[in-house]
């Protein structure tokens, strides 16, 4: 009889609100990791920064003429366009309102 006195008794609003809490923070940990940048898009935007910039100091240098700058440019403006598609472009399976989400 003395052990049933002295024994803990959880109330259902605590374990509710414990509940809820680790349901938010899960909620948290996934909204975080699908607006992660993409790494592929992230390298090549990296790569077409480095190249850009090395190619516009070869051409105030005057080492390349303005026609290679400019195909360089152009070079560079499709990376990013294809770095932008890799990020933002390609939709994942189970992705949005359309996707697996449990009922």
């Known amino acids: ?12 609003s605590t374990m509710e609100a414990k509940r809820q809490a680790a349901q938010a923070k899960l909620a948290d940990e996934k909204d975080r990791a699908r ?3 993409d790494p ?4 090549l935007l990296l790569g077409d920064l480095v190249f850009l910039a090395i190619c516009q100091l ?5 080492s390349i003429s303005n026609e290679i700058s400019s195909a360089c440019s ?4 499709i990376i990013m366009v294809i770095a932008l598609w890799f990020q933002f472009g390609k939709k994942k399976d189970g992705e949005g309102p359309s996707g697996n989400w449990p009922s």
Request: aromatic share 10%.
């Open 1 to 12: 009889m003395s052990r049933k006195k002295y024994k803990k008794r959880h109330s259902q």
């Open 35 to 37: 607006k992660r940048m």
């Open 40 to 43: 592929t898009a992230r390298n």
């Open 58 to 62: 070869l051409y105030s240098n005057g």
């Open 74 to 77: 152009i070079f560079g403006l």
